[in-house]
């Protein structure tokens, strides 16, 4: 479970997140919505430890992480699939996939480190570019190969930042079936930041409204109303 408690974020003196409290429990799938600006990102860089300074607590399965480094957190359990997806365009998908085993506690980390077998399961499409160029691949294949790098870090929880922006709206429904598929069928515990209400309406079962650096709403997803939409997210 991540807990974030009076949680207060900050570029130089500027207080950008102001008492943000959250709660994701195991097998959730969470999203986090609010317009342009007021913090999402920044929330989720103080969940991975990206930011200077952060006050209130973190806590990772009742463990304080606030403290540890980025990677101490991944090795932890944090998984981050980042916005623009953080392909490396000169490494193969093999080599960005093996990046990902680099986070896991369990596998052997890079070295001789084997690509499970689910993950071309869950995404073909990655065996059969195996040895392509990650820039080579289309924004939708690199989606996927994004959240397939993350998986093979076997994280207690995945984080992803705006995972369809930019990308085909055919493409979209993929990606948003294998996130709820993720969640569903594989338990993974999700958190989702999305300026797509729709999506998060069909893939979440609880939301936090984000509005100038502090939860403005949350709940159940049903309670994810036209009227909260229109007051927090309307542009
Ligand atoms: N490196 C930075 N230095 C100073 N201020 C920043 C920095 N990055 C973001 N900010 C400010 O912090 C606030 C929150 O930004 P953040 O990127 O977290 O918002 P967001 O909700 O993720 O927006 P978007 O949907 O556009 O990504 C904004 O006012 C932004 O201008």
Redo the contacts with the bound molecule.
Sequence with gaps: MLELENVEAY??D?R?LQGVSLSVKDGEFVSIL?R????????IRSILGLMDRVEGSIQLDGTDIKRFKTHDRALAGIGYVP?GRGILPKFTVRQNLMLGTFANPKSNRGNGARIAEWVFELFPILREFLDRRGGNLSGGQQQQLAIARTLLSEPKIILLDEPTEGIQPNIVEQIEQVLIDLNRKHGKTIVLIE?NIGFARRASQHFAI?DRGQVAARGPVQELTDQLVHRHLAV
């Design positions: 570029y130089g500027s950008v609010g342009n600006g007021v913090g999402k990102t920044t929330l916005q300026q984000m």
